[in-house]
């Protein structure tokens, strides 16, 4: 476990890769303010500014307001998606953000939530999207994995 401007991070190892496709950020955000998390004005709105901060291209933003409460909202990027599910009655939203492309930043996107849903806790799992060749798929693989 890491650290990424004041973010928890686990980074994920990959081995024989060839190349970097994108990067994929699992992101929970917790003690975050219930009234934000269950707004679906709000998180389309953060949403929107998250992409943006990400560098990122937003062709569709679909939102789902729930009942009694909860907000689920995707974005559907050029470059991939971001996905957002709240549970305002405990402080929680999970976020799924995938971007592909060296102009992106997904990090980017998942602390501009953070500030956005007033999140004191936090934690991202970034998880590098690789290609392969023929030959680095019978490359050496540590044990331990």
């Not at 928890?8 to 060839?18: D, E, F, P, Q, R």
């Not at 994108?22 to 998390?37: F, V």
């Not at 998250?50 to 560098?55: D, F, Q």
């Not at 909860?70 to 305002?88: D, K, Y």
């Amino acid at each position: 476990m890491g650290q990424y401007n004041g973010c928890n991070v686990a980074l994920n190892a990959v081995y024989g890769s060839v190349g970097v496709i994108g990067r994929h950020c699992i992101y929970e955000l917790q003690d975050a303010n219930p009234a934000l998390l269950d707004d679906e004005a709000y998180v389309r709105t953060a949403l929107e500014q998250a992409v943006e901060a990400s560098g990122a291209t937003l062709l569709q933003l679909v939102s789902h307001k729930f009942e009694p409460q909860g907000v689920t909202a995707i974005a559907l990027l050029s470059e991939s998606h971001v996905s957002f599910h709240s549970w305002p009655q405990y402080g929680y939203a999970s976020v799924d953000c995938y971007t592909c492309g060296e102009h992106t930043d997904p990090q980017k996107a998942c602390l501009l939530l953070k500030d956005s849903f007033q999140s004191d806790n936090d934690e991202i799992t970034v998880i590098q999207r690789n290609y392969f060749s023929e030959d680095s798929k019978n490359s050496i693989v540590p044990d331990d994995l």
